[in-house]
């Protein structure tokens, strides 16, 4: 026997992606509700749960207006239990329906960690192909500003480290459209990661559908002194960085990764081909992160590219502090990048 | 007492040195023999022993911080000694400790190093480097090119050699092919023979990377050696009072018995050259005339000549582009007392190791005379600067098939003129023409080399 995990239409990723500029300006959480939305219209299988996700429009009124559309049997309130929940929507994506679970903070997963760690990602292969798990878990990763220590969580370095599961972090309203249409017609379970400080950030998100394949980076910036690797919140250091270093007559290739699993480290050893030095930022922790995974590959595939050791931009290596000033100095911030980048130079 | 441990001198031109890496850190325990350091002299770069057990109390230079000799590198406490009182006792300024401060019981006087292989500097035999530190890319960079990084001088963090440093040699060696590359006259068989022995620098043109008929200018960072050789060169051109001396050999008698001993010694592999003759020459001539083979000495205000008891012919070797260029004198001790078999197969080896692994510092020191040959290139004469601290030394043109006329007539002959450059202070015109017409005697009859 089969779920319908196997009949999912994969979505057309050949067809070319409409342009970044235009005027059609929106929020990134209007982005999201987009990408929920035309989901759920095309696919009524497509269901939302979460902590106030319904009557109350979401803790971040992402979900704004999405009751009134759907009603209240596919967007759906839970009780501050993300166990029971996260569990729920797995037992429903076995069963063949596509939940969407929103944690209300990435940081509230913990207490879900069995469910979402160690059922949804292994359950295609401890069933032995027989039960998927088609789901997507979305909320707000990383410091969100002033949550102290257990409230800001970046889980990207202690989930990803889950083979069976996907994980995107996207930096912008166009990409998370794109995303998250992509993540909801995934076959494997998508951690799907937001940024509370990104919410209200507006671009252009074009009218016409598309979605965005996984594992591929965009490349922001373009130039040959340094590559710098990146993904989420923190891209917008980089901009602002690479503005700076630009200033200096250093220009940088700056890649957004925009998912983490898969990485596409293709990108990452083509673009250090070129500039031989590489600088990952990274919102998380330093010990066993993402960019240290960045690091290590770069070092398997790209070794003789090195002109210089590769460098990690993290966070300091202490729980998230509450005060504004030390959480600002924690967090990776253009200075810091800045640096980084000169350093390579030296 | 805590242990003071400076910059040893480990070639006698050594004037400062560069600890490239420490092999041990503060409160490492250390054993008599252990390697401490990595030390890089203007010639090579060599493993630094300790004399001592004792655990490090101090660290005083960073790596890649030159240093002059004699200067505090590191302070080892002895048993029992606690760290902080040794650094204590030794934190004077270490830049201002001088050479004379030194323990004699820890350190080599200066000079006697080079003499006594038995002296406190490192126990095992001076080598090539073995550990250069590169990054990934340079290393791939160097070996696709065929560089070998010991040539390279590293700018990067730390001494690091990074890409563009080996692109440096590179562009060095690709720019300076044309005007090396002779598409000259055939050169005469002799001087094929001097070539063979002696050049590394055999004149093989690389296709040029510029455009033809476009020049392109860049500034090119000195390498170590080419930094050597600036400062030595200067330092011998403007501080002594050169002057050249100028005769000609009729080398016809000396290419027939070359000839015919390669014939009844090819089969042991012998393989005579030119050159080799003329460094049993030089080295034979010295007995005659001692002051050739000596120094200048300074001494401290009272300025003496040292006449030598060792002949050691020095042999300047081009290094090939691809390895960086610049230059090296082999050294072959006492000389007067090797046969012409040993000078060749010898000088053949140098010029070997010189060109593929670098010669170790052991091998280029202590000559007492130098030979520089460009025969191989065609060139008629030329005149070299003094290699100090050496009074005299001799530049070798080829041996070209010339008129003579001998008693009237007239006759082919094979003619090879040398140029000495000698210090006057040491040296004078008419010593120095003597010494010459001695040397010519030999090489006109070469029989004399035989014995």
Same mark, same amino acid.
């Given at each position: 026997m089969t779920t319908t995990t196997l009949d999912i239409p994969a979505p057309d990723f050949t067809a070319p992606l409409p342009p970044r500029d235009g005027d059609r300006v929106i929020q990134f959480r209007q982005a999201l509700r987009e990408a929920m939305s035309e989901e759920m219209r095309r696919d009524h299988r497509v269901f939302l749960l979460g902590e106030e996700v319904a009557h109350y429009h979401g803790a971040y009124k992402i979900s704004e207006g999405m009751l009134e559309e759907f009603g209240d049997k596919r967007i759906i309130d839970t009780p501050i239990s993300e166990s029971g929940f996260a569990g729920l929507g797995i037992g429903a994506a076995m069963y063949g329906l596509r939940p969407i679970v929103e944690f209300m903070s990435w940081s509230f997963s913990l207490v879900a960690a069995d469910q979402i760690l160690n059922n949804a990602p292994k359950m295609l292969y401890m069933s032995g192909g027989q039960w998927g798990c088609p789901i997507v878990f979305r909320g707000n990763d990383g410091a969100g500003g002033q949550l102290g220590p257990t409230h800001s969580w970046c889980v990207e370095g202690l989930f990803a480290n889950v083979p069976g599961l996907k994980m995107v972090i996207p930096s912008n309203p166009y990409d998370a459209k794109g995303l998250l249409k992509a993540a909801i017609r995934d076959p494997d379970p998508v951690f799907f990661l937001e940024n509370e400080r990104l919410l209200a950030d507006r671009a252009h998100v074009p009218e016409q559908e598309y979605y965005i394949?996984?594992?591929?980076? +965009?490349?922001?910036?373009?130039?040959? +002194?340094?590559?710098?690797?990146?993904?989420?919140?923190?891209?917008?250091?980089?901009?602002?960085?690479?503005?700076?270093?630009?200033?200096?007559?250093?220009?940088?290739?700056?890649?957004d990764m925009r998912t983490i699993r898969p990485l596409d480290i293709d990108s990452i050893i083509q673009s250090l081909a070129k500039t031989n030095r590489i600088v990952v930022v990274d919102q998380s922790w330093p010990f066993s992160s993402i960019a240290s995974e960045v690091v290590t590959q770069v070092c398997e595939k790209g070794f003789d590219h090195l002109d210089h050791p590769p460098v990690r931009v993290n966070t300091e290596d202490v729980p998230t502090p509450y005060a504004a000033n030390l959480e600002a100095a924690y967090l990776p911030n253009p200075g810091r990048i800045v640096s980084a980048v000169k350093e390579t130079l030296r | 007492?805590?242990?003071?441990?400076?910059? =040893?001198?480990?070639?006698?031109?050594?004037? @400062?040195?560069?600890?490239? %890496?420490?092999?041990? %850190?503060?409160?490492?325990?250390?054993?008599?023999?252990?390697?401490?350091?990595?030390i890089e002299t203007d010639k090579a770069t060599m493993e630094l022993e300790s004399f001592d057990a004792g655990t490090v109390a101090r660290i005083a230079i960073a790596e890649g911080e030159p240093i002059g000799v004699g200067q505090l590198i590191m302070v080892l406490a002895e048993e029992g000694e606690s760290l902080d009182d040794a650094d204590a006792a030794t934190t004077s300024d270490p830049a201002a400790t001088p050479d004379d401060s030194q323990d004699a019981e820890a350190e080599p006087a200066p000079g006697e190093a080079s003499d006594s292989p038995t002296a406190r500097t490192p126990a095992t035999p001076p080598h090539t480097p073995e550990r250069v530190f590169a990054s990934p890319l340079a290393r791939k960079f160097a070996h696709d090119h065929g560089i070998d990084l010991v040539q390279v001088r590293g700018t990067g963090p730390s001494g690091r050699i990074v890409n563009k440093d080996v692109e440096a040699v590179l562009t060095r060696s690709a720019g300076s092919t044309s005007p090396v590359a002779p598409a000259a006259p055939e050169p005469s068989p002799a001087a094929e023979a001097v070539a063979a022995a002696v050049?590394?620098?055999?004149?093989?043109?690389? =296709?040029? @990377?510029?455009?033809?008929? @476009?020049?392109?200018?860049?500034?090119?960072?000195?390498?170590?050696? @080419?930094?050597?050789?600036?400062?030595?060169?200067i330092e011998s051109k403007t501080g002594i009072p050169h002057y050249q001396v100028t005769a000609v050999a009729n080398v016809g008698n000396l290419l027939e018995l070359r000839a015919q001993l390669n014939e009844q010694l090819a089969s042991q592999g012998v393989k005579l050259t030119v050159n080799d003759f003329l460094v049993r020459a030089c080295a034979l001539a010295m007995h005659q005339h001692p002051y050739v083979n000596s120094r200048w000495a300074d001494g401290g205000g009272q300025p003496a000549i040292e006449i030598l008891a060792q002949v050691n012919i020095g042999i300047a070797i081009a290094l090939p582009e691809e390895r960086g260029g610049g230059l090296v004198v082999a050294t072959l001790k006492d000389a007067d007392r090797m046969g012409l078999r040993q000078i060749s197969s010898e000088t053949r080896r140098l010029a070997l190791k010189a060109r593929e692994k670098g010669l170790t510092i052991d091998e280029m020191q202590d000559s007492t005379f130098t030979i520089s040959n460009l025969g191989m290139f065609g060139v008629s004469h030329f005149t070299a600067i003094i290699n100090p601290p050496n009074v005299c030394i001799l530049a070798v043109g080829a041996a070209t098939e010339q008129p003579i006329v001998s008693q009237g007539q007239l006759a082919v002959g094979s003619l090879m003129s040398m140029t000495m450059s000698s210090d006057h202070r040491v040296v004078d015109g008419a010593m120095a023409a003597k010494y010459l017409q001695t040397v010519t005697q030999l090489l006109e009859s070469p029989a004399t080399l035989l014995v």
């Open positions: 394949p996984f594992g591929t980076a +965009a490349r922001l910036r373009e130039g040959d +002194a340094c590559t710098l690797v990146s993904f989420g919140r923190p891209v917008h250091f980089c901009l602002e960085a690479c503005d700076e270093l630009a200033a200096d007559g250093i220009d940088c290739d700056l890649l | 007492m805590p242990i003071e441990i400076t910059m =040893p001198r480990l070639s006698d031109t050594m004037e @400062r040195g560069t600890v490239i %890496k420490w092999n041990v %850190k503060e409160g490492d325990a250390v054993a008599v023999g252990d390697v401490l350091a990595d050049s590394t620098a055999a004149p093989t043109p690389e =296709p040029s @990377r510029a455009p033809p008929g @476009r020049l392109e200018a860049r500034t090119v960072p000195l390498s170590n050696m @080419r930094a050597i050789i600036a400062r030595r060169l």
